[in-house]
């Protein structure tokens, strides 16, 4: 006796619908998670690739080019530019459209759910960021290219958010959104935000800049935007979202993560409204206020949750934490103190790589092998190596660009290169390490196939 279970059928009559037999529901579900999982490694490979070519190998001559001549003056700003859209869009932005995809056919209910728009939105990111980082960078038809590479970053965006904005997760039966997605909301507003900001700043450079790179004073309100309206609060949601259950600490508490939220919101529009000095006293409240909240350096009351990872994954999270601390404070000092660049550098350096970047190293190679098909990190020796690394050469790059540049130790401008090689070198582990999962460790249904072969 066969047995059939009628399952909903999209843009078909309900009278029409086919009936499916579990084997076929099964089949179905297998096919929509290898596609998923595609589309999910597709965004993650394009980013790693931002993140090593464009992105870090740029940042690494520039630095170098800066040592050599103990000056930051001898970098086309364009250069800095390129290199910091690379990392911000190219390499983080992938990564979170890659993961909210990834999440909406997994809570969908159609038999098989429409992946070319998706398709179509990491065609245009990719294409978008790689045009505007080579307007940057060779400056052919740069006012052309750059509202361009605007247009195509927003709309690809859109896509994305209407994707987003069509879901509705069934069953949850709650009334109320968990805290953390409020967070997670407050940094995609401010991802569109920042798109919107990059696009009318394109259209402007086109129109009236005489170089394809932002004056001083925007850049500064452009980074602030990118990484305290958008990058950070990202982090402080899902890491509300994962680090109790992969920490094993207590319970968020969800009145400071909001009031760390509604001070960091209040510090951005500090500063585009042109009080920069006085939102990093704000950004520190904010960082402490999302560090009580998460509970981050509070002992654990369970035992944290290393299966498949490096057992230092607890102490590089606590590491990047203290890195966003140290990222604010070093705020407030450049506007007492900085007189060439030098703090205000090192401040954006710990809170990009100290904390943004170390924090990706961690959670992403905890949770994108699995979503990836149920996959086995590659290598956890070559995360450890990575994640060391990377906090060696932050280390070294955020004291050695405060005492080189404020001229109060010559020899630092000697250690920059060294600190660009031992970054370089952690981050080539990392996407290393990512691409090898992807490419070498096996599905959990070529696992099956094989069980199935063999039997």
Same mark, same amino acid.
């Given at each position: ?7 909903? %059928? ?18 179905? /579900? ?21 993140? =090593?070519?464009?992105?870090?190998? =740029?940042?690494?001559?520039?630095? *170098? ?20 859209? #690379? ?24 038999? &098989? ?8 939105? +990491? ?10 980082? #080579? ?6 038809? +740069? ?8 247009? *195509? ?9 209407? #994707? ?9 039966? &709650? &009334?109320?959104?968990?805290? +953390?997605?409020?967070?997670?909301? $407050?940094? /995609? ?22 170089? !394809? ?14 990484? +305290? ?20 600490? &207590?319970?968020?508490? !969800? ?6 939220? #509604? ?22 409240? @904010? ?37 966003? *601390? ?19 550098? %090192? ?22 092998? @699995? ?18 690394? *990377?906090?060696?050469?932050?280390? =070294?790059?955020? $004291? ?56």
């Amino acid at each position: 006796m066969s047995i059939s279970i009628e399952a909903p %059928a999209v843009g078909v009559p309900s009278g029409e619908r086919p009936s499916l037999s579990p084997a076929q529901i099964m089949q179905n /579900a297998r096919e929509r998670e290898a596609s998923v999982s595609r589309l999910l490694m597709a965004f993650i490979s394009s980013g790693l690739v931002f993140m =090593l070519l464009p992105g870090t190998f =740029l940042g690494v001559w520039n630095l *170098l080019r800066i040592s050599g001549s103990e000056s930051a003056g001898t970098v086309s700003p364009a250069w800095l530019q390129a290199h910091g859209h #690379a990392q911000v869009f190219g390499w983080i932005g992938s990564f979170i459209l890659g993961i909210g995809f990834y999440s909406i056919p997994k809570m969908r209910g159609g038999v &098989k759910p429409a992946f070319g728009p998706a398709w179509f939105c +990491w065609a245009m990111w990719t294409i978008g960021v790689t045009m505007r980082w #080579a307007a940057n960078v060779y400056r052919w038809q +740069w006012r052309v290219m750059l509202p361009v590479s605007g247009i *195509l970053e927003l709309a690809a965006f859109l896509i994305f958010f209407r #994707a987003v904005s069509r879901h509705r997760p069934e069953g949850s039966g &709650k &009334k109320q959104l968990d805290p +953390w997605i409020y967070v997670v909301v $407050s940094a /995609a507003v401010g991802f569109l935000l920042l798109l919107i900001a990059n696009l009318a700043a394109c259209v402007y450079l086109a129109l009236r800049g005489a170089t !394809p790179a932002l004056s001083h004073v925007l850049d500064q309100r452009f980074l602030t935007l990118a990484v +305290w309206g958008f990058l950070v609060p990202f982090v402080w949601g899902f890491s509300a979202r994962w680090m109790t259950v992969f920490l094993g600490l &207590k319970p968020v508490r !969800p009145g400071l993560l909001l009031s760390a939220v #509604a001070v960091n919101v209040s510090g951005v529009v500090l500063t585009l409204a042109g009080w920069g000095a006085q939102a990093t006293a704000v950004f520190v409240v @904010a960082a402490a206020l999302s560090i009580a909240a998460i509970r981050i350096f509070e002992p654990a009351q369970q035992e944290a949750k290393t299966r498949g990872v490096h057992g230092s994954f607890p102490f590089f999270v606590r590491v990047a934490y203290g890195w966003l *601390l140290v990222g604010a404070l070093l705020g407030v000092g450049a506007t007492l103190w900085d007189s060439s660049g030098g703090i205000w550098g %090192a401040s954006r350096h710990a809170l990009t790589v100290g904390f943004i970047a170390v924090m990706v190293f961690c959670v992403g190679q905890r949770i994108l092998p @699995a979503f990836a098909g149920m996959r086995q990190l590659w290598s956890s020796e070559l995360m450890f190596a990575g994640l060391a690394l *990377l906090t060696i050469g932050c280390t =070294l790059r955020v $004291s050695s660009e405060i005492l080189a540049y404020q001229g109060i130790a010559g020899w630092a401008w000697s250690v920059l290169p060294l600190s660009a090689m031992f970054e370089l070198t952690g981050i080539t582990a990392f996407a290393t390490n990512m691409l090898g999962t992807f490419l070498l460790e096996p599905s959990h249904a070529q696992k099956q196939a094989i069980v199935v072969e063999l039997r």
